[in-house]
C-alpha cells in the first residue's frame, strides 16, 4: 500500500450544506479516505463562541472554523466578507489541534476566488502541495452577464483570482477550452494546468421527501431541474418553454433548488397561472436518486452570453442516474460537444422558444430515444465522472520528490 498522506480539503461548503459542491467535496474526501488518505475537510463557519471545531462526517473529520458568513444578499457585502474570509480561517486554523501537522497536499475549490493568501500561509507554514480545484472563470463570467463592468472592481477581482492560479502547484480545470484560457499561467515544472473532471459518486436510492405522484404533475412525464437557479443560468427561457406547452396535459415541469432567482420564477408561475410546474426547495444530495428516478428528462440551463466553460453538477447527476438531457447553452461550449458526441441528450443554443419546444417535445415524445439516451448516459457518465479517478489524479499530481 502507497503512504497515508495528510490531505486538506479547503472550500466554503460542506455537507449539512446541499450544494452541488458540498457534495463534491463530500465525494472527494470520502474516496481519498478509501484511498488510505487520511482528509481533513477545512471549512469556515459562523461559530458564535468558539475558534474551531472538529465532527466526523461519515467518518470524514472536518474542522470548522469561526469566519463572517459569506451568503450576505448584498453583493458589497458578501465581497468584502469573502476578502476577509482566509485571515479570519488561518487566524483560527492556527488555534486548532491541527496547529503543528504537517500538511502532503493542499486542495482548495474555487469559486470562492479568495483562498489565495490562506492557501499562501498554510504552505508557507505547514508544507503541502497546493492543488486548485477551478470550476468557475472568475470575474470573466460575471463580465459576460454585465454583472460586473471592466473598471475598478473588476481588476480587483481580476488579481484575486491571478493570486491564486499562481500559488498553485496545478490547476485542474473543468474542461479542455479551459485550459487555452488559463495557459499563460502554466510554467512547467513549476505550474501545471489540467482537465479534472467533474466527479459523483453513484449512490442506491433511498426514497424522496418529494413524491411526484402525490402533486398536481401526477401521472406527467416530467421534465427537472435541481441546483442553483441564478442569472447565470439564465432561466427565463425555460418559463417560456412552460408556457408553450401548457396545453400538453402530459407534459410537467419540476424545479428544485434555490437561488437568487428562485422567488421571482415562483411568483411568475403564480401570476400566470401555470399548472404544468412545481417550485420545491433544495433537497438533501441523499434524495437525489429518488427524485430523478421519478422523472423523464434533465433540463441544464448555461445563459447564453456566457463566454467560459463549465460542465454543471446537475448534468453529471442526470447522466449517472440516466435522464436524457434537454440543455440550453452558450455557443461553442465543451458540454454541447459533450452531449452531442455521446447521444445523451438534445442541446440547443439561441433565444427561440419555438425551437426550443420542438427538441422537447422530440425527447418526450419518443420512448425509445430516451431509453437509448439513458443507457448511454449511465455508461458515460459513470466512465467519466468518476470520484475514484478525480481522487487519483489530485493523489498522482505530488511529484516524488514531495513525499
Known amino acids: 500500500m502507497s503512504e497515508k498522506l495528510l490531505i486538506a480539503l479547503i472550500s466554503t ?77 488561518y487566524r483560527n486554523i492556527r488555534k486548532s489541534p491541527f496547529r503543528r501537522e504537517k500538511w502532503d497536499i493542499l486542495v482548495w475549490y474555487s469559486p470562492p476566488i479568495f483562498f489565495g493568501p490562506l492557501i499562501w500561509a498554510m504552505h508557507r507554514r505547514f508544507g503541502g502541495w497546493r492543488y486548485l480545484i477551478l470550476r468557475d472563470i472568475f470575474p470573466e463570467w460575471a463580465v459576460d452577464l454585465g454583472l460586473v463592468h471592466r473598471g475598478p472592481v473588476y481588476l480587483v477581482f481580476k488579481a484575486i483570482a491571478a493570486y491564486q492560479y499562481w500559488i498553485a502547484d496545478v ?23 489540467e482537465v479534472l473532471h467533474n466527479w459523483l459518486a453513484v449512490t442506491p436510492s433511498v426514497g424522496c421527501s418529494i413524491s411526484v405522484k402525490d402533486t398536481p404533475l401526477a401521472g406527467r412525464k416530467i421534465f427537472v431541474y435541481i441546483g442553483n437557479m441564478g442569472v447565470a443560468q439564465g432561466m427565463d427561457i425555460f418559463m417560456e418553454l412552460i ?78 442516474y440516466g435522464l436524457p438531457v434537454l440543455a440550453r447553452v452558450n455557443p461553442g461550449t465543451d458540454l454541447q460537444q459533450l452531449i452531442e458526441e ?53 493523489v498522482m499530481s505530488r511529484p516524488a520528490s514531495d513525499s
Open 171 to 193: 490547476i485542474g480545470v473543468q474542461t479542455n477550452s479551459n485550459l487555452a484560457y488559463l495557459k499563460r499561467w502554466e510554467n512547467p515544472p513549476r505550474r501545471r494546468i
Open 243 to 320: 408556457v408553450a406547452l401548457r396545453h400538453r396535459d402530459d407534459i410537467g415541469f419540476l424545479f428544485v433548488g434555490r437561488g437568487s432567482e428562485f422567488a421571482r420564477l415562483e411568483a411568475e408561475k403564480t401570476s400566470r397561472e401555470l399548472s404544468n410546474v412545481l417550485f420545491h426547495g433544495e433537497i438533501d444530495s441523499s434524495e437525489i436518486p429518488g427524485l430523478l428516478e421519478q422523472c423523464d428528462v434533465g433540463l441544464v440551463a448555461l445563459h447564453p452570453d456566457h463566454k467560459t466553460h463549465n460542465i454543471p453538477g446537475k448534468f453529471v447527476s442526470y447522466v449517472q
Open 342 to 394: 455521446n447521444e445523451v441528450g438534445k442541446v440547443y443554443v439561441g433565444n427561440s422558444v419555438d425551437e426550443l419546444k420542438q427538441l422537447a417535445e422530440q425527447l418526450i415524445d419518443d420512448d425509445g430515444l430516451r431509453h437509448s439516451m439513458s443507457e448511454r448516459g449511465r455508461e458515460f457518465g459513470r466512465s467519466m465522472f468518476s470520484p475514484v479517478a478525480a481522487a487519483n489524479q489530485i
Open 13 to 89: 461548503d460542506y455537507p449539512p450544506l446541499r450544494t452541488s459542491a458540498a457534495v463534491q467535496l463530500r465525494d472527494l474526501a470520502q474516496q481519498f479516505a478509501a484511498l488510505g488518505h487520511r482528509p481533513v475537510v477545512v471549512v469556515p463557519s459562523p461559530l458564535s463562541r468558539k475558534r474551531w471545531e472538529i465532527e466526523r462526517i461519515d467518518g470524514i473529520e472536518v474542522l470548522r472554523v469561526s469566519a463572517p458568513p459569506t451568503r450576505a444578499p448584498s453583493f458589497v457585502r458578501r465581497a468584502i466578507a469573502e476578502m476577509w474570509l482566509p485571515f479570519a480561517m
